[in-house]
């Protein structure tokens, strides 16, 4: 008989590191160990009742049944709304979609406008997921180191230096995960002005928008001007925002032949986002009074854990962390750490942490930041805390 096998593709795809690292750290916890798990994006609220009760009722009235591909009426009129208010866009009904999470969404983004062996730029640190998913679109990820001086965002000349013929698209995330930094208004025009006029794709994850500190805004290239309008694919979601991880709702807006090129792919893949959840994530997207008031006390929970986080690691001077502008992670480049405790790299000292301190962080190697470490402050403050104490105890040790 001849073997069964597994495609070549997925045997080198790798295992999602944030995710990853949850399941271990769960592995210890089932095991009867006491870990502080600040691995996994996830805010530790719970969704706000408010949008939970619109999900029930759509259930009790019977809205259990596929729809449109792209989405209902409510959700399409309700994400044109939305982006409107936040992005400064305007999109027409079938420039619009919603997905079973961004993650889907930018996968299908990248399947939509990639073929075999077309570039796409990352900028690192960059999130997990874009550099397995642009190799599963069959392209191929080429990677942009971003410094801290920019908050971690590509400068022009770093852009046009990594442009080839073979350019299809840019990955672009802010405000940003891992590291938390977000793009400036001056920085994205000058990113638009080494665009203007190519036929490079821009993939906008915009899904932090919500979360920001220190009065910084956040800037979408779709609205910069109609050139980058054009060529943005602009995706966010209600995972962050919202705490809405579960419910598993991406939010897209690009041109008719973007949309329509993903609307084919989701008629194929998932079908359609189940009408419940669309109609409860709509009613959070409209944000009344009730959303906007717990988005605004989940933020300030963010922002006091950040700033505890900035100050018990000034005492740890062989830490070095970038201060967040937005998002809710703090990165850190631990090299020091890693020296003194004559560890191989980052991944080494990621087991050490959740084996012998009992901390679940994720390494930066997958992030495309050797050296550094991704601290998740979407948990407790307590869980913060009791976290910091044991890398301190640890490091001392
Ligand atoms: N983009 C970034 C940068 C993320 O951190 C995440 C994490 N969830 C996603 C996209 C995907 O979010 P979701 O699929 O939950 O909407
Ligand atoms: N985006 C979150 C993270 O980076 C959730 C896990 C995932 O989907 O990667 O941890």
Redesign the pocket.
């Known amino acids: 008989m001849t073997k069964l096998s597994i495609s070549e593709r997925i045997i080198n795809m790798k295992v999602?590191?944030?995710?990853g690292m949850?399941q271990a750290a769960q592995k210890l916890k089932d095991a009867g160990v006491e870990v502080k798990v600040l691995?996994?994006?996830?805010p530790n609220f719970n969704t706000p009742s408010v949008i939970s009760a619109v999900a029930k009722q759509s259930i009790d009235a019977g809205k259990v049944h596929y729809t449109p591909v792209r989405g209902t009426k409510n959700i399409i009129s309700a994400m044109q709304e939305k982006f409107k208010r936040d992005q400064g866009v305007d999109y027409d009904e079938d420039q619009l979609m919603c997905t079973v999470?961004a993650?889907s969404a930018i996968m299908m983004a990248l399947d939509a406008v990639a073929n075999e062996g077309d570039e796409v730029i990352v900028f690192a640190p960059y999130?997990?997921?874009y550099f397995e998913q642009v190799k599963l679109a069959r392209a191929v990820p080429v990677v942009v180191n971003c410094q801290a001086q920019n908050n971690f965002m590509p400068s022009a000349q770093e852009l046009k230096a990594a442009i080839t013929s073979k350019t299809k698209a840019i990955i672009l995330n802010s405000p940003n995960?891992?590291s938390g930094g977000v793009i400036s208004l001056e920085q994205l025009t000058q990113l638009a002005d080494v665009l203007k006029d190519s036929s490079i794709w821009l993939i906008s994850d915009e899904?932090y928008e919500k979360l920001l500190f220190d009065g910084h805004k956040h800037y979408s290239p779709a609205a910069i001007n109609n050139d980058m309008y054009k060529r943005t694919i602009l995706i966010s979601g209600a995972?962050?925002g919202y705490a809405m991880?579960g419910w598993r709702v991406g939010f897209v807006g690009a041109c008719k032949e973007i949309i329509s090129a993903m609307n084919k792919l989701q008629g194929q893949q998932t079908t359609c986002l189940p009408e419940f959840i669309q109609d409860a994530a709509a009613y959070a997207l409209r944000e009344d009074e009730h959303v906007r008031n717990a988005i605004k006390s989940m933020n300030d929970a963010y922002l006091e854990r950040r700033d505890v986080c900035l100050e018990r690691f000034k005492t740890m001077p062989q830490i070095k962390v970038f201060k967040p502008q937005g998002a809710f992670?703090i990165w850190a480049d631990y090299s020091q750490v890693i020296k003194q405790k004559k560890l191989k790299d980052d991944i080494e000292l990621g087991v050490k942490l959740l084996e012998e301190a009992h901390v679940a962080m994720?390494p930066g190697t997958p992030f495309g930041g050797p050296g550094s470490l991704?601290m998740?402050i979407a948990s407790s403050m307590n869980d913060i805390n009791q976290a910091i104490d044991h890398i301190e105890k640890w490091i001392n040790s």
């Open positions: 999602s590191a944030t995710l949850a691995s996994a994006g996830e999470g993650k999130w997990v997921s995960n891992p899904i995972s962050k991880t992670y994720v991704r998740s």
